[in-house]
């Protein structure tokens, strides 16, 4: 059983940066590819981007490439999306969620994923 936990959401301007953590356990954590996905009200979860079990590969999504950065600290077992040039629309609730993969790939399908975290709010005003 795979257990993760976000933090760091928050308010922010348009134009600002923020910073959300996901925390993987148990210490299995090298199995796993990690994702982020967001849902904005009345909207469908959308993948954001995601980061490969050894963190040598990363993918983000057109609509945040350049503004938003994926890393991972193995020995922390956790997973960081760094937000900047915030904009309204980026305005949603973000999940972790971990795939176990069997290699260095960032799976891009909800489907993929078999655990999430329970989500933290990211708001940003114009």
């Known amino acids: 059983q795979v257990h993760l936990a976000e933090s760091g959401g928050g308010l922010v301007q348009a134009g600002g940066s923020l910073n959300v953590s996901c925390v993987v356990s148990?210490?299995?954590?090298?199995?796993?590819?990690v994702g982020w996905f967001r849902q904005a009200p009345g909207k469908e979860r959308e993948f954001v981007g995601g980061?490969?079990?050894?963190?040598?590969?990363?993918y983000l999504v057109d609509s945040v490439k350049g503004r938003f950065t994926i890393s991972r600290d193995i020995a922390k077992n956790t997973v960081y999306l760094q937000m900047s040039s915030l904009k309204p629309e980026d305005t949603a609730v973000y999940y972790c969620?971990?795939?176990?993969?069997?290699?260095?790939?960032?799976?891009?399908?909800?489907?993929?994923?078999?655990?999430w975290g329970q989500g933290t709010q990211v708001t940003v005003s114009s």
């Open positions: 969620a971990a795939a176990i993969v069997y290699s260095d790939y960032v799976p891009s399908l909800l489907g993929h994923y078999n655990s």
């Open positions: 148990p210490r299995t954590f090298s199995i796993y590819a």
């Open positions: 980061i490969s079990q050894t963190g040598g590969k990363t």
